[in-house]
């Protein structure tokens, strides 16, 4: 539990005390939250996730909700994460099959996103709101995509990415952050009001 508990400290930046969160420090949002702006396009590659997998994508959502976090979910957010990251191997899906950006659920190898949409799919049949759970695009610092999951919480947005075992705060992130998923429309996507000068080193 100790273990945890450091974890939390790290990947937040925040101080806990006595077993718990530091309300001060939750206050001053250290983890803080992404500013979303208009509708964009859809990524292609989720578009034609959501057209064979129509289940995925169907339903609107009339209730916004953030995830709670508290140390058991957290446990559960670290182990999960651990766990996709380490039993899919990574192979791009023009290696795997032969074309690019084709997002589906992995087997035993995937790209990023197959990754993100794991975690999304297992976190969801763990009892995590949809709302909570947002496929992400942001660019890496070559300029190439990549994708990861957004995890929306009351302490700020958390990014679970398949090349970093950390779960970190989305700023604390060395990305510059495109468009996610619509809380209320998983089939429909905003951008991301990246406003940083600067980004964050690894």
Not at 63 to 81: C, F, M, P, V, Y
Not at 92 to 113: L, M, N, S, V
Not at 139 to 161: C, P, Y
Request: with cysteine; hydrophobic share 35%.
């Amino acid at each position: 539990m100790k273990k945890v508990f450091a974890n939390i400290a790290i990947a937040l930046g925040i101080i806990t005390t006595a077993g718990s969160f530091s309300t001060e420090a939750m206050s001053k949002g250290y983890a803080e939250f992404m500013q979303v702006g208009h509708q964009t396009s859809a990524p292609i590659g989720h578009v034609n996730f959501c057209r064979n997998n129509p289940a995925e994508c169907g339903t609107i959502y009339h209730q916004d909700r953030a995830i709670k976090l508290t140390q058991d979910n957290w446990s559960q957010l670290i182990n999960i994460n651990g766990h996709v990251n380490q039993t899919i191997r990574p192979v791009t899906d023009q290696e795997q099959y032969k074309r690019e950006e084709f997002w589906t659920y992995p087997g035993a190898a995937g790209d990023c996103e197959d990754y993100a949409l794991l975690k999304r799919r297992i976190l969801i049949n763990a009892g995590w709101p949809e709302t909570a759970l947002l496929m992400t695009v942001v660019k890496q610092a070559n300029g190439t995509g990549h994708a990861v999951l957004t995890v929306r919480t009351d302490r700020g947005d958390l990014i679970l990415d398949n090349q970093d075992p950390r779960i970190l705060p989305w700023n604390k992130t060395p990305y510059r952050y495109i468009k996610r998923q619509a809380s209320l429309n998983p089939s429909s996507w905003t951008s991301i009001k990246d406003n940083r000068t600067t980004l964050a080193l690894r």
